[in-house]
């Protein structure tokens, strides 16, 4: 699913260019995967976990814009990945009326309104695809994502204590958050 160009003013007057990913864009996503899972504990991998090549990252790339399933959107500052973020439309019967949410923002951009531009378009995708409730899952703890997923009108549904543990053995929480449409 292709998203529409669009220019947004970010809260410092930058412009920034939200779209989906190209192919000619994998080398750039790799890239930019492996440096935000770097910047912060609250992301699911390490940097060293994302071992795609460039050629399975153009795979996934062509798939995302070729199907309806997933709808990517990535913000683009000055010909660099930003931020980047997804929303997935199971298809099977049960999980049908689902929309699950993934998103990350380099830390250089954070607080610069990326993500509160994105989440617009994210809810108007799983709305017109017909979704009843969107959901994403963020690391217990991480305030600042939840009281944006909050902003707009995610709720806590549950939380599962330990579901990640940290290279220095420590634990974190998951929180399950869901948006009923």
Not at 37 to 56: A, D, K, N, V
Not at 73 to 98: L, Q, W, Y
Not at 102 to 128: C, Q, T, Y
Request: aromatic share 12%; net charge negative; with cysteine.
């Amino acid at each position: 699913m292709i998203f529409d160009e669009k220019i947004i003013i970010l809260k410092d007057g930058m412009k920034a260019l939200l779209k989906t990913a190209e192919i000619d864009d994998a080398e750039k996503m790799i890239a930019f995967l492996k440096l935000v899972s770097g910047e912060t504990e609250f992301l699911s991998r390490y940097p060293e976990e994302w071992t795609m090549s460039i050629e399975q990252e153009k795979g996934w790339i062509n798939h995302f814009r070729n199907t309806d399933d997933i709808l990517n959107i990535t913000c683009f500052i000055d010909g660099e990945i930003a931020g980047n973020c997804d929303v997935r439309f199971p298809s099977a019967i049960k999980t049908s009326h689902r929309a699950v949410i993934d998103i990350a923002v380099r830390k250089d951009f954070w607080n610069l309104g990326i993500a509160s531009h994105m989440f617009p378009e994210l809810i108007r995708a799983a709305e017109a695809h017909g979704s009843e409730i969107m959901e994403l899952e963020c690391f217990e703890g991480n305030e600042r994502a939840i009281a944006l997923y909050k902003k707009f009108g995610f709720e806590v549904a549950s939380v599962a204590p330990k579901a990640y543990k940290l290279k220095n053995g420590t634990y974190q929480g998951k929180v399950y958050m869901q948006k009923y449409l």
